[in-house]
């Protein structure tokens, strides 16, 4: 299981980040993209973070699988028109 980091910019006219993405995102998810939890950091600096959890062979399927589900929510809901996915990535973390 990876944890991959979605980091969201704001569209130009700025805002918050919408409620209900955690139930959204959910919503998209099929079997194949293995998702068993949803985090989400709304007020987290420089930008928002949403946390994904998912059950990948490798980190860069885990990514891949992330940005798919983030495009397949923004396209379903409307208060995400003009959020932008900056990054998609596993961190790695130090022992």
């Known amino acids: 299981?990876?944890?991959?980091?979605?980091?969201?910019n704001p569209p130009p006219h700025g805002g918050e980040l919408?409620?209900?993405i955690r139930?959204?995102?959910?919503?998209c998810a099929s079997?194949?993209?293995?998702?068993?939890?949803?985090s989400v950091l709304p007020f987290a600096r420089p930008r928002p973070v949403i946390g994904l959890?998912?059950?990948a062979a490798s980190p860069a399927l885990a990514e891949e699988s992330a940005r798919c589900l983030w495009y397949k929510a923004a396209?379903?809901?409307p208060p995400l028109v003009g959020w932008e996915l900056s990054l998609a990535e596993v961190p790695l973390l130090l022992p």
Request: hydrophobic letters at 55%.
């Open 23 to 27: 139930e959204v995102i959910a919503a």
């Open 75 to 77: 396209s379903l809901h």
């Open 31 to 38: 079997e194949a993209d293995a998702l068993e939890h949803v």
């Open 1 to 8: 299981m990876y944890l991959v980091q979605l980091s969201v």
């Open 53 to 55: 959890f998912l059950r």
């Open 18 to 20: 919408p409620g209900g």
